[in-house]
T-cell receptor, first 113, second 113 residues
Framework: EPEVTQTPSHQVTQMGQEVILRCVPISNHLYFYWYRQILGQKVEFLVSFYNNEISEKSEIFDDQFSVERPDGSNFTLKIRSTKLEDSAMYFC???????????FGSGTQLSVL | GESVGLHLPTLSVQEGDNSIINCAYSNSASDYFIWYKQESGKGPQFIIDIRSNMDKRQGQRVTVLLNKTVKHLSLQIAATQPGDSAVYFCAEKEGTSYGKLTFGQGTILTVHP
């Protein structure tokens, strides 16, 4: 089965630093999403992205967060100034048409110290 | 079932038994539901989905039942195997976007050989 690839698998950073999480979507997929999961909690929607624009975003996705697909392949999530509460597993997900099941990557575990 | 904080519901079964995992959803207007399986260190993996115009849908060894009257979703796994051990999440589509999902808290399934 095709896979969504995320890098790095683990990221440790100091509070206040910028981090960029990377995702390589399944090759023909057009709709991209970021979710996060704080340890022991639910998986939460952050943002959806289509045609180089944000389609929807949650309350979590504040001005410290941004997404882009700069080179037509990687889909990135940037956190400008990380906070302790940003520590979580971040999942990228993609779909072909936006009307079927999500394919999730294995996630990036972000630890903010 | 539902849980609070870090205490996920758990289900322990013997290999070969049938498992039933339950989920209560919140939005009576939701029209699409999905079950995901999450193994340790991996992203959510699609198991089966169901639209609100159906009450039941069967896959390979899995069946999803939807009771819209009481807003209840269940996942039945036949002849449970040790490889089925994981956390299982139900999710509902939020609004019009199939990619914006609201996840439940999750249930830990442990299958004993």
């Amino acid at each position: 089965e095709p896979e969504v690839t995320q890098t790095p698998s683990h990221q440790v950073t100091q509070m206040g630093q910028e981090v960029i999480l990377r995702c390589v979507p399944i090759s023909n997929h057009l709709y991209f999403y970021w979710y996060r999961q704080i340890l022991g909690q639910k998986v939460e929607f952050l943002v959806s992205f289509y045609n180089n624009e944000i389609s929807e975003k949650s309350e979590i996705f504040d001005d410290q967060f941004s997404v882009e697909r700069p080179d037509g392949s990687n889909f990135t999530l940037k956190i400008r100034s990380t906070k302790l509460e940003d520590s979580a597993m971040y999942f990228c997900a993609t779909t072909l048409t936006g009307r079927e099941k999500l394919f999730f990557g294995s996630g990036t575990q972000l630890s903010v110290l | 079932g539902e849980s609070v904080g870090l205490h996920l519901p758990t289900l322990s079964v013997q290999e070969g038994d049938n498992s039933i995992i339950n989920c209560a959803y919140s939005n009576s207007a939701s029209d699409y539901f999905i079950w995901y399986k999450q193994e340790s260190g991996k992203g959510p993996q699609f198991i089966i989905d169901i639209r609100s115009n159906m009450d039941k849908r069967q896959g390979q060894r899995v069946t999803v039942l939807l009771n819209k009257t009481v807003k209840h979703l269940s996942l039945q796994i036949a002849a449970t195997q040790p490889g089925d051990s994981a956390v299982y999440f139900c999710a509902e589509k939020e609004g019009t976007s199939y990619g914006k999902l609201t996840f439940g808290q999750g249930t830990i399934l442990t299958v004993h050989p």
